[in-house]
């Protein structure tokens, strides 16, 4: 049985820091794996998504790397701001029956 | 015991007809949502209810209509299918806020 488990549950850093959120899995026999955020009230925004044969993806601030034979995940952002503010959650799908199982997430303040 | 359940499972139907897609929830939660997973297995949101008002209404045609009878439910009406609507659809619901939020396990459309 697949399980996601994101570390840590909340995060407060000032702003302009790095930082670097982490999700592992248990099962690696993914399809891929995505980072979302959530503001409040608000569905998933999709962030990144990284196939099972990929290794890393960018998008502007932000970097996604995927270890897939260790079952990690890190979420790198760069230059943190204020807007970045959310709960960031990291899924995968399963190769088998397209089950998109999510870890609970990360609660990230930033602080101005 | 099942948490999200959505109906059917799997869906072949032909361009032009009309379907809809059930969503239940047995957990209490206020907030439901659709998602549509697209061929390259990015979640898209696609409609969100809070206790049966339209709070999220992404840009997608006016053929899909989601109807909320209850809080329990969400369903997914879609008219005049084309075959780019193709995708599985999930479904999803939440407490107000994540953590909490849970998947169905997802309908397998496809318009031939």
């Known amino acids: 049985k697949q399980e996601v488990t994101q570390i840590p549950a909340a995060l407060s850093v000032p702003e302009g820091e790095n930082l670097v959120l982490n999700c592992s899995f248990t099962d690696s026999a993914i399809y891929n794996l995505q980072w979302f955020r959530q503001d409040p009230g608000k569905g998933l925004t999709s962030l990144l998504l990284?196939?099972?044969?990929?290794r890393e993806q960018t998008s502007g601030r932000l970097n996604a790397s995927l270890d897939k034979s260790s079952g990690r995940s890190t979420l790198y952002i760069a230059a943190s701001q204020p807007g970045d503010s959310a709960t960031y959650l990291c899924?995968?799908?399963?190769?088998?029956?397209?089950?998109?199982?999510f870890g609970k997430g990360t609660r990230l303040h930033i602080l101005p | 015991d099942t948490a999200v359940s959505q109906t059917p499972k799997y869906l072949v139907t032909q361009m032009g007809n009309d379907k809809s897609i059930k969503c239940e929830q047995n957990?209490?939660?206020?907030?439901m949502y659709w998602y549509k997973q697209d061929s390259k297995k990015f979640l898209k949101i696609m409609f969100s209810?809070?206790?049966?008002?339209?709070?999220i209404n992404e840009t997608v045609p006016n053929r899909f209509s989601p109807k909320s009878p209850d809080k329990a439910h969400l369903n997914l009406h879609i008219n005049s299918l084309e075959l780019g609507d193709s995708a599985v659809y999930f479904c999803?619901?939440?407490?107000?806020?994540?953590?909490?939020?849970?998947f169905g396990q997802g309908t397998r459309l496809t318009v031939v």
């Open positions: 957990l209490g939660h206020d907030t």
């Open positions: 990284i196939q099972s044969s990929q």
């Open positions: 209810y809070n206790n049966k008002e339209l709070i």
């Open positions: 899924a995968v799908t399963m190769n088998r029956d397209d089950k998109i199982i």
């Open positions: 999803a619901s939440s407490q107000n806020q994540w953590p909490g939020a849970f």
